[in-house]
C-alpha cells in the first residue's frame, strides 16, 4: 500500500465508482492508515460537497464501509464520521438527488439503525435532515406546476411503484447476504475463529448427513406413495394397516424436510460467515504485508547507517600509534615569548 498524504487520498477519490471493488479497495487504504483518520474525513467531506450529485451516494457507501469495517481496529473513524455525518445530510437534504440516491441513503440509514452503527437519536437526526429538505423542494415543485398535477401523479405513482419492486429486490439480496455496494453495506463484523470452528462441525451432524433416515425413506414401501395400489386393498385391516405406514411415513418425512429447511438456512450463515471472515482475513494479510515491507526498510536504512558507521570507524586514526602526553613525547608547546620573537 501507499504511504499516506492528502494528494494521493484526493486521486484514491477522484477515482472511486460504485463497484464493490472500488469500494473496499479504498476503504481498506483508509482503514489502514487510520491514524490520519481525522484528516481523511475532512478531505473525504470537502470531496463529498463538490462530487456531482450522481457521486454522492458513492461516497456515502465509502464511509459506510469505513466505519463498519473499522470498528474492530479502533475507534477513530466512527468519532471523526459522527462529528460530520450532520452536515453531510444537511448538505444531501439541500440538494435535487435522483430517486436511487434517495432510497440508497435511507436504506443506509435504515441499517446504521438496525445495526446500532450510531445511536438511535442521531440516525433519526441524519433522516430527518435527509428527508426534510426533499420535501420540501417537492412541494415547491407542485406549485409552480400545479396546471400539469394529474400527469405528475400518474408519472410519480409509476416511478414509486419502479423504486418499491426495485427496493424489494435489494431486501431479499440483503437478507441473503448479497454485499454489493449498490443493494446493502459491506460485510458485518468477522465471525471469532471457534464460532466458525462450532457452526462447521454442527453441519457434520446435519440433515443430509443422516444416513439412518435416508435409508429408512429410501426403503419406504411403494403403497404409500403410489395411489393406484390401493385398488388391491381387500379388507378393512388391510386399509386400517396401510393407513398406519402413510402417517407414519408422512410424521418422517415432515421431520426430515424440516431438518433439511434448518440445514439450508445454517448452510447460509456459514456461508455469510465464512465470506466475512475470509474478508477480514485478507485485510489483516495486506496490513501485515505492509508492515513487513515497512520494517525491511527500516532495516535496510538502519543496515546502510551501521555500514557507514563502520566505514567512518576505519578511517579514524589508531589512537594507540599516538604520541602519548603523559610519557612526555610529544613536543611542548612554545611559550609567550617564542611566538613573539
Same mark, same amino acid.
Given at each position: 500500500m501507499a504511504s499516506f498524504n492528502e494528494d494521493s487520498l484526493k486521486k484514491k477519490l477522484d477515482d472511486l465508482n460504485m463497484s464493490q471493488q472500488s469500494i473496499q479497495t479504498v476503504s481498506l487504504w483508509l482503514i489502514h492508515h487510520k491514524k490520519h483518520a481525522h484528516t481523511v474525513v475532512n478531505v473525504w467531506y470537502r470531496e463529498l460537497i463538490a462530487a456531482t450529485d450522481s457521486r454522492k451516494l458513492t461516497f456515502m457507501y465509502l464511509a459506510n464501509d469505513v466505519i463498519?469495517?473499522?470498528k474492530k481496529k479502533g475507534p477513530e473513524y466512527n468519532k471523526e464520521f459522527a462529528n460530520k455525518l450532520g452536515k453531510v445530510f444537511e448538505h444531501l437534504g439541500g440538494i435535487r438527488l435522483d430517486e436511487k440516491s434517495v432510497h440508497g441513503l435511507n436504506r443506509l440509514l435504515t441499517v446504521w439503525g438496525e445495526r446500532n452503527v450510531f445511536d438511535h437519536e442521531k440516525v433519526k437526526l441524519f433522516k430527518k435532515n435527509l428527508n426534510k429538505g426533499l420535501k420540501i423542494k417537492e412541494g415547491g415543485g407542485k406549485k409552480r406546476q400545479h396546471g400539469s398535477k394529474h400527469k405528475k401523479e400518474s408519472s410519480k405513482k409509476q416511478r414509486k411503484e419502479s423504486v418499491e419492486s426495485t427496493e424489494?429486490?435489494?431486501?431479499?439480496?440483503?437478507s441473503e447476504g448479497d454485499l454489493s455496494p449498490q443493494t446493502t453495506p459491506p460485510p458485518s463484523d468477522p465471525p471469532e475463529p471457534e464460532q466458525l470452528i462450532e457452526a462447521l462441525q454442527e453441519l457434520e451432524s446435519a #440433515?443430509?448427513?443422516? #444416513?439412518?433416515?435416508?435409508?429408512?425413506?429410501?426403503?419406504?414401501?411403494? @403403497?404409500?406413495s403410489d395411489v393406484s395400489l390401493l385398488t388391491k386393498l381387500q379388507d378393512l385391516n388391510a386399509a386400517r394397516a396401510?393407513? =398406519? =405406514?402413510?402417517?407414519?411415513?408422512?410424521?418422517? %418425512?415432515?421431520? $426430515?424436510?424440516?431438518?433439511?429447511?434448518?440445514?439450508?438456512?445454517?448452510?447460509?450463515?456459514?456461508?455469510?460467515?465464512?465470506?466475512? $471472515?475470509?474478508? $477480514?482475513? =485478507?485485510? %489483516?494479510?495486506?496490513?501485515? @504485508?505492509?508492515?513487513?515491507?515497512?520494517?525491511? *526498510?527500516?532495516?535496510? =536504512?538502519?543496515?546502510?547507517?551501521?555500514?557507514?558507521?563502520?566505514?567512518?570507524? *576505519?578511517?579514524?586514526?589508531?589512537?594507540?600509534?599516538?604520541?602519548?602526553?603523559?610519557?612526555?613525547?610529544?613536543?611542548?608547546?612554545p611559550s609567550a615569548g617564542d611566538l613573539f620573537t
Open positions: 463498519q469495517n473499522s424489494s429486490s435489494r431486501l431479499r439480496k440483503d #440433515a443430509t448427513s443422516d #444416513a439412518v433416515v435416508r435409508e429408512k425413506i429410501a426403503s419406504l414401501p411403494d @403403497e404409500v396401510l393407513s =398406519k =405406514k402413510v402417517e407414519d411415513a408422512m410424521a418422517m %418425512l415432515e421431520t $426430515y424436510n424440516k431438518r433439511l429447511s434448518e440445514e439450508m438456512e445454517a448452510r447460509k450463515m456459514v456461508a455469510r460467515m465464512l465470506h466475512d $471472515y475470509i474478508t $477480514y482475513q =485478507k485485510d %489483516l494479510l495486506a496490513q501485515a @504485508e505492509e508492515t513487513l515491507e515497512e520494517h525491511r *526498510q527500516k532495516h535496510n =536504512k538502519v543496515k546502510k547507517v551501521r555500514d557507514e558507521l563502520k566505514a567512518h570507524l *576505519q578511517n579514524l586514526p589508531d589512537i594507540s600509534k599516538l604520541p602519548s602526553i603523559r610519557t612526555g613525547s610529544l613536543a611542548p608547546l
